[in-house]
């Protein structure tokens, strides 16, 4: 598991060329900065900061109005 963190070339979400290297916390995807900012939007809509959803190995759904809210 580890090796294959530091392997990682792409991640495992969007494809996009890895420079900085981030590990899900939803999945045991290696993800880049831009898709953990995704997921920390998703973490904040979930109740205690989506702790009881650390590993669950999907990214729960949140609805676009609530990301819209995050965003404005
Ligand atoms: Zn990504």
Redesign the pocket.
């Known amino acids: 598991m580890e090796d294959k963190f530091f392997e990682k070339e792409n991640?495992?979400?969007?494809?996009?060329s890895l420079k900085i290297r981030i590990m899900s916390w939803f999945t045991d995807d290696v993800?880049?900065p831009?898709?953990s900012e995704k997921e920390s939007v998703v973490r904040r809509h979930l109740p205690d900061g989506g702790r009881d959803f650390e590993g669950c190995g999907y990214l729960p759904k949140i609805t676009k109005e609530e990301v819209q809210n995050e965003n404005s």
């Not at 991640?11 to 996009?16: L, S």
């Open positions: 991640c495992d979400r969007c494809g996009n993800i880049c831009n898709c």
